[in-house]
């Protein structure tokens, strides 16, 4: 009867430990930040940052143009579970603003990562309707500094994480400084007057801005902007006069301007070749290094040079990148 009572007992005790580590594991769990990120550029970023002390769910995924996009029903579900909703700003996400302002009043706490940048840093063109261009990822250097906002701000709302977050957000802006620098080296191998870079829209200014090539887009910076047969003369122009040797397709925006950029140029007896295939609001698929911010934007780098009659090995890019590229 004992032996029957203690094996009672022990059962009995380890039931209760087993429901205090449940109860304990569930208690973690529920403790973790639910947090949605807008792009991949943005999810990427705030993966990085938190590492496992949150959970990032990301709503546009590869191939996805965030001008364009509309919010879902299980878009809707996951921003109004989510503790913290991290955005792009700028407009970038233009159609999801009412949906921010609407989080916001319900006490949401929304980050923009392009928030804390100056006028200065900011890119304006013509026919943005006086907002700033808002493809700011396209320069590590100010990419890094929205990082480092979004920690800070990430860091007020979970103070418990606050040192992780801040360290984390130091090691990713030393990786962007090593790619910065790749980068810049590569793009300076390209003969000056080649350094024109032609795209469907005109998303690499800050690109542009940072390493010293002409950039130029056939639509606008939003890709509901309209193209007329006026830009596409311009351009076919200077792509002649300039005697530049490729033009860029984009992976999340239609190919058919560029295509007839190819075409007029061909009919003025300068041929014109594809460059290649750039990644401009949304990233490459998920576990290749295009599907991570680094791996994009040295892939982007390395396409441009290569295609433009420079050295495109000056950059330091993995087994699959190098593949990738003579593809």
């Not at 909703?85 to 407009?91: D, E, S």
């Amino acid at each position: 009867m004992a032996t029957f009572a203690n094996g009672r007992a022990w059962v009995t005790a380890a039931l209760a430990l087993l429901i205090l580590i449940a109860q304990l594991g569930w208690q973690q769990s529920a403790a973790k930040l639910q947090i949605v990120a807008t792009t991949g550029m943005i999810g990427d970023m705030v993966q990085r940052i938190v590492g496992d002390r949150a959970d990032v769910t990301t709503l546009m995924g590869e191939g996805v143009d965030p001008h364009l996009y509309k919010v879902t029903v299980s878009d809707v579900r996951a921003l109004a579970d989510a503790d913290v909703v991290i955005a792009n700003g700028l407009m970038l996400e233009g159609r999801m603003g009412d949906v921010f302002a609407k989080l916001r009043r319900r006490g949401r706490l929304v980050i923009e990562a392009g928030a804390s940048l100056t006028q200065t840093q900011l890119l304006h063109s013509d026919g943005s309707h006086g907002h700033p261009d808002p493809h700011i990822w396209m320069d590590p250097t100010i990419w890094s500094q929205c990082a480092a906002h979004v920690a800070d701000e990430l860091s007020v709302r979970d103070p418990a994480n606050a040192s992780l977050y801040r360290a984390n957000v130091a090691a990713l802006g030393r990786e962007w400084i090593d790619a910065d620098r790749a980068i810049a080296q590569a793009i300076a191998s390209v003969e000056p007057k080649r350094r024109v870079l032609v795209t469907a829209h005109d998303a690499f200014a800050y690109f542009g801005r940072r390493y010293g090539v002409e950039v130029t887009g056939i639509q606008g910076i939003s890709t509901e902007s309209e193209s007329g047969l006026d830009d596409i003369r311009r351009l076919i122009d200077l792509l002649v006069t300039r005697n530049v040797p490729a033009v860029f397709v984009e992976t999340s925006v239609s190919d058919k301007n560029v295509l007839a950029l190819v075409e007029g140029a061909r009919a003025r007896d300068h041929t014109i070749i594809i460059g290649g295939s750039l990644y401009s609001d949304a990233m490459g698929e998920a576990g290749t290094p295009q599907g991570t911010y680094t791996g994009m934007i040295k892939k982007n780098a390395h396409t441009i040079v290569a295609a433009l009659g420079g050295d495109a090995h000056r950059l330091t890019t993995s087994p699959a990148e190098s593949e990738g590229n003579t593809k």
